[in-house]
């Protein structure tokens, strides 16, 4: 583990599809003052289009396919794990990575794992928080950033936002809503977290 005086933090983004979300971490780790850099973005998927954004915003990117594993979870994580040390990777942060993490990764990164999730937690953990908003006749959604735990989607909450529930709204005219705090939301929880690693005192 890099020395926690030396520099921007090394993060990791895990994807599994489009990476839109990575997409606004590496955009704001290009700012001066980041104080983390997104040092590899790593996937399940070899076909996860985003590799290809990272690859395009000049960011290392590697791929641990999960199905030559099995059923075998820990295994694979076993082997994403090497990939991190590897590239001296200090903070993960998910970005819809969609695989149920084992109790031996979340143990090997605990506390220093991030998570962003589409509701206001403790609300709607899991899948189809958005139609699920809608059902309950909320008048906001939003978005969380929390620590992973091996509960899905209970770890202590970073940072939150919200979004408007609007009259005539579907999941997917939701979706995109909550997805845009998403992206503003995320890069500040991080910078926030990383920030706070440097200067644990403060």
Same mark, same amino acid.
């Given at each position: 583990? %890099?020395?926690?005086?030396? /520099?921007?933090? =090394?993060?990791?983004?895990?994807?599994?599809?489009?990476?839109?979300?990575? *997409?606004?971490?590496? $955009?704001?780790?290009?700012?001066?003052?980041? %104080?983390?850099?997104?040092?590899?973005?790593?996937?399940?998927?070899?076909?996860?289009?985003?590799?290809?954004?990272?690859?395009?915003?000049?960011?290392?990117? *590697?791929?641990?396919?999960?199905?030559?594993? /099995?059923?075998?979870?820990? &295994?694979?994580?076993?082997?994403?794990? *090497?990939?991190? *040390?590897?590239?001296?990777?200090?903070?993960?942060?998910?970005?819809?990575?969609?695989?149920?993490? !084992?109790?031996?990764? @979340?143990? =090997?990164?605990?506390? =220093?794992?991030?998570?962003?999730?589409?509701?206001?937690?403790?609300?709607? %953990? /899991?899948?189809? !928080?958005?139609?699920? &908003?809608?059902?309950?006749? +909320?008048?906001?959604?939003?978005?969380? @950033?929390?620590?992973?735990?091996? /509960?899905? +989607?209970?770890? %202590?909450?970073?940072?939150? &936002? !919200?979004?408007?529930?609007?009259?005539? $709204?579907?999941?997917?005219?939701?979706?995109?809503?909550?997805?845009?705090?998403?992206?503003?939301?995320?890069?500040?929880?991080?910078?926030?977290?990383?920030?706070?690693? =440097?200067?644990? +005192?403060?």
């Amino acid at each position: 583990m %890099p020395d926690p005086g030396s /520099g921007r933090v =090394r993060v990791a983004v895990l994807i599994s599809g489009s990476g839109s979300n990575m *997409a606004a971490l590496v $955009d704001a780790a290009r700012a001066a003052d980041c %104080p983390f850099e997104v040092a590899l973005v790593l996937s399940n998927r070899p076909e996860a289009g985003g590799l290809a954004v990272a690859r395009a915003k000049g960011v290392p990117v *590697a791929v641990v396919d999960h199905r030559p594993f /099995g059923k075998d979870r820990e &295994a694979h994580e076993r082997a994403v794990e *090497a990939v991190l *040390a590897e590239h001296g990777i200090e903070v993960v942060a998910l970005a819809g990575y969609m695989r149920l993490l !084992t109790s031996w990764l @979340v143990r =090997r990164r605990r506390g =220093r794992m991030l998570n962003i999730h589409p509701s206001l937690l403790p609300k709607y %953990p /899991g899948l189809d !928080t958005h139609a699920r &908003a809608l059902a309950a006749g +909320d008048a906001e959604a939003g978005c969380s @950033v929390h620590l992973v735990t091996e /509960g899905v +989607d209970e770890g %202590p909450l970073l940072a939150q &936002a !919200t979004a408007p529930v609007l009259a005539g $709204d579907t999941p997917a005219s939701l979706a995109q809503r909550v997805l845009a705090a998403e992206h503003r939301l995320y890069p500040q929880a991080l910078a926030d977290f990383c920030r706070s690693l =440097r200067t644990p +005192d403060a």
